[in-house]
């Protein structure tokens, strides 16, 4: 039998019915205390990507944990602070912050905007100096490293929309120096997510060591640094490289560094933190191919028609007896009308109609990217706690889908 913590995943599935997503409390804290405990030595903060999960009760556990948060909207902060979250410990990414973003983030007073272009650091100083404050910012540089990502999830090359490119940064810091509102407090990167070895971090944070030497002498003093997320999972068989060995890598440079670090995990935080249960609806076995028809789909968890991301499939009981070499493959697709809405291909199963299974790696990057397509209404959240459980957000129903239309000709 399946559980998460102390609670059989059918018992889940009866209460809340599926598809629903599960997030175990205990196994976010465990990530979160490891990026504690592996920089023990340095004065550091961890952000948490918000875009990863931003379900206010995975908020809420990290906020209570001591974590920070990357944002990259106004609609993140308001779940930080409607989470419990501190603005000062906030940093704000992204390439498209507006006026508004912007306005809103300086009066909640957050630690530092990562400025993606001189564009956007002028309009930073714009709206500070008419709000009468100085902005702490970053640069988020882009280092030109290959992150050896798939190339959707891979943000650090020169040909990326993101950041200021590595050659540009010393002349774009000059010019942030001499703007009244703007005050200069970090340096910032991220290069790609679901990296799984730690040489394109340390070359990453090599090309930032480098600028930092520079601005020393134009008489541009830091006061952090922020390698940004991207530390990889395993969904099937990836051995990415631990959080130990990542910051064995790192601690003996940032030590010498003595400037205060900053990190912003996503993936890694909640991935494996959570599952996505999903019942058979019908099993379509064709001369071909055998497809189990589940109620959960693409507009779910878009991963693997987005990326080709494989997640394993996990049965929430085991058959007593058959070996998985005489189980038949099935791929386990949506009931929607695309030819990419898949959840899995080809998985060695033994499947009955209203089977339970678990798609597992499912906490980050699944119910965040999740849509209405096909006019589905979005999975409910449960988080576990031991023996404890709680619906942390409700299933939709369909009437909130269409609330905000109106028939044509309809005045009201
Ligand atoms: C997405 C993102 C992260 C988190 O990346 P993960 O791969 O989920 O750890 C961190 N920082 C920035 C700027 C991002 O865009």
């Known amino acids: ?9 059918s018992e889940l599935a009866e209460q809340y019915a599926t598809p629903c997503y599960v997030y175990s409390k205990q196994a976010i804290l465990n990530v979160y205390q ?10 550091h903060q961890i952000c948490y990507a918000v875009k990863a999960n931003s379900n206010l009760a995975v908020l809420s556990v990290l906020a209570e944990a001591g974590a920070g948060f ?11 602070l409607a989470a419990g979250g501190a603005a000062a410990k906030v940093v704000f990414s992204g390439v498209g912050k507006t006026r508004d973003d912007i306005e ?26 008419q709000l009468g404050k100085f902005a702490p910012i970053s640069l988020r540089v882009n280092p030109d490293v290959d992150a050896n990502t798939h190339p959707y999830i891979s943000t650090g090359l020169k040909d990326n929309k993101f950041g200021i490119a590595h050659d540009k940064a010393v002349a774009v810091y000059s010019q942030a120096a001499t703007m009244s509102h703007i005050d200069i407090v970090g340096i910032d990167c991220h290069i790609g997510s679901q990296l799984t070895e730690v040489e394109p971090f340390i070359a990453a944070l090599d090309k930032l060591i480098e600028l930092i030497h520079k601005l020393a002498e134009l008489g541009i003093e830091l006061a952090h640094v922020d390698l940004g997320g991207g530390l990889g999972v395993r969904y099937i068989d990836e051995s990415p490289v631990t959080i130990a060995d990542f910051a064995g890598a790192l601690l003996p440079k940032l030590t010498q560094l003595n400037l205060k670090v900053f990190f912003e995990p996503g993936r890694s935080m909640v991935a494996n933190a959570g599952i996505l249960l999903t019942r058979v609806d019908i099993l379509k076995p064709t001369e071909h191919k055998n497809f189990a028809i589940v109620d959960a789909a693409m507009n779910d968890l878009i991963r693997p028609a987005l990326y080709q991301a494989e997640m394993a499939v996990i049965p929430s009981a085991l058959p007593d ?10 791929d386990i697709v949506g009931a929607i009308c695309e030819t990419g809405d898949f959840l899995a291909k080809e998985r060695l199963l033994s499947l009955a109609a209203n089977d339970l299974l678990a798609i597992t790696g499912a906490g980050a990057y699944g119910m965040v990217m999740s849509s209405n ?6 999975a409910c959240e449960v988080m576990v706690a031991g023996t404890k459980h709680q619906l942390v957000r409700k299933r939709e129903t369909v009437e909130a889908l269409y609330a905000n239309e109106m028939p044509w000709g309809n005045k009201g």
């Open 373 to 378: 397509y096909n006019t589905r209404p979005r």
């Open 1 to 9: 039998m399946l559980y998460i913590e102390d609670v059989s995943v």
């Open 34 to 43: 490891d990026y504690s405990d592996s920089f023990a030595t340095i004065d």
């Open 70 to 80: 990357d944002i990259v909207s106004r609609g993140e902060l308001m779940r930080v």
């Open 104 to 129: 809103f983030a300086l009066n909640q007073g957050i630690n530092c905007f990562n400025v993606e272009s001189v564009n956007e650091l002028i309009l930073i100083n714009e709206v500070a100096e």
């Open 321 to 330: 007896s058959v070996s998985v070499h005489d189980m038949p493959s099935w």
